[in-house]
T-cell receptor
Framework: GAGVSQSPSNKVTEKGKDVELRCDPI?????LYWYRQRLGQGLEFLIY????????KSGLPSDRFSAERTGESVSTLTIQRTQQEDSAVYLC????????????FGPGTRLTVT | AQSVAQPEDQVNVAEGNPLTVKCTYS??????LFWYVQYPNRGLQFLLK??????LVKGSYGFEAEFNKSQTSFHLKKPSALVSDSALYFC????????????FGKGTRLHILP
């Protein structure tokens, strides 16, 4: 079946512009996660959606970052007034609900802020 | 608070030798533990998980991991390394009593030398 998809795969933007990244999770997966991975670094948790519960936004680095999810489907991560330090790969993952299920990751969106 | 540590940034192993990638964790109660792998220019993939039962868990690509409750460890192992095992490996932990975000280690880069 289809895996997690993300778009665009690459995004180059100028400093100060807004960008929107999209994630399509696996159908039936109630949990959705966003992570940031800087070059050669580990995963930095950003936000977690679980069903209709309030999202866990504890990882968002500033108020320039926001994310939405429509029901149990598509999610968008928006970065306003992008800065050069926002350059990274943004990864989305989905899983069945509950802590015992593994996550399935998308291929990521590589964001470059010039 | 739950946490996970991967004490080695990089591990070098000769091809054909056994490999170990270390992971220790801290969580209240019994943990759910995961290993993920990120091959060069590819997305993160689930390798294996420990939920309950047998302490030795077998996963993809010939990898296995041993849950050791007394040492709070979940080291990843493979009896005979392949050059193609060279990748970035992430250990992760979840508290089964909390439906919140998974905690990832910072990653260990495994180099298999031909």
């Amino acid at each position: 079946g289809a895996g997690v998809s993300q778009s665009p795969s690459n995004k180059v933007t100028e400093k100060g512009k807004d960008v929107e990244l999209r994630c399509d999770p696996i159908s039936g997966h109630t949990a959705l996660y966003w992570y940031r991975q800087r070059l050669g670094q580990g995963l930095e948790f950003l936000i977690y959606f679980q069903g209709n519960s309030a999202p866990d936004k504890s990882g968002l680095p500033s108020d320039r970052f926001s994310a939405e999810r429509t029901g149990e489907s598509v999610s968008t991560l928006t970065i306003q007034r992008t800065q050069q330090e926002d350059s990274a790969v943004y990864l989305c993952a989905s899983s069945l609900g509950g802590p015992l299920y593994e996550q399935y990751f998308g291929p990521g969106t590589r964001l470059t802020v010039t | 608070a739950q946490s996970v540590a991967q004490p080695e940034d990089q591990v070098n192993v000769a091809e054909g030798n056994p490999l170990t990638v270390k992971c220790t964790y801290s969580v209240s109660g019994n943990p759910y533990l995961f290993w993920y792998v990120q091959y060069p220019n590819r997305g993160l993939q689930f390798l294996l998980k420990y939920i309950t039962g047998d302490n030795l868990v077998k996963g993809s690509y010939g990898f296995e991991a041993e849950f050791n409750k007394s040492q709070t460890s979940f080291h990843l192992k493979k009896p005979s390394a392949l050059v193609s095992d060279s990748a970035l490996y992430f250990c992760a932990v979840r508290d089964p009593n909390r439906d919140d975000k998974i905690i990832f280690g910072k990653g260990t880069r495994l180099h298999i030398l031909p």
